[in-house]
């Protein structure tokens, strides 16, 4: 048995097992994992001649949000980053579908709701990035806040 390698005659376990017993493999050379299965074995033990699981299809999950996402994303508007240091966890989706919300509740006609929420959140997200940066603690006056200043990330690797 300890000739042979073919999974069909028996699994990994039983093998190292069998050569422990009989003295073919000492205690001490054993590998980190037969402890720990000894100790938790699988449900199933893997055998070769298990017969195959059934298979079942795999059903959608779709919420009512889902289609509300696809559009705002597909329009190019949620692909500012997300900070995920943030505690409050307030992302743009977030904002859009609580805008959604409202926009609904006020009777907005359907058309329009995707086109305010998505200038609302827009807005929203520029009003943040104003507020940061003006309250940024660089001082202006400072080696960093000029260098911050002359700084043209966009155009950085063109030559001058």
């Known amino acids: ?29 054993r590998p980190l994992w037969f402890d720990v299965y000894k100790a938790f074995p699988p449900i199933m033990e893997p055998r070769f001649a298990r017969p195959k699981p059934e298979i079942k299809p795999i059903r959608q999950i779709l919420y009512k949000e889902d289609e509300l996402r696809a559009k705002f994303h597909s329009k190019g508007h949620g692909l500012a980053a997300v900070n995920m240091l943030n505690p409050s966890g307030e992302t743009q989706t977030k904002n859009l ?32 990035a104003e507020a940061a940066r003006l309250t940024s603690n660089v001082d202006p006056q400072s080696i960093t806040g000029q260098v911050l200043a002359e700084a043209d990330i966009k155009n950085i690797f063109k030559e001058k």
């Open 1 to 29: 048995m300890a000739s042979s390698r073919l999974e069909k005659i028996g699994t990994i376990f039983t093998r190292v097992e069998g050569l422990i017993t009989r003295g073919g493999m000492r205690p001490d050379d």
């Open 97 to 128: 579908i609580k805008e959604y919300e409202n926009q609904k509740a006020l009777g907005v006609p359907e058309e329009e709701i995707l086109d305010k929420c998505a200038e609302t959140v827009i807005s929203e997200r520029k009003s943040k």
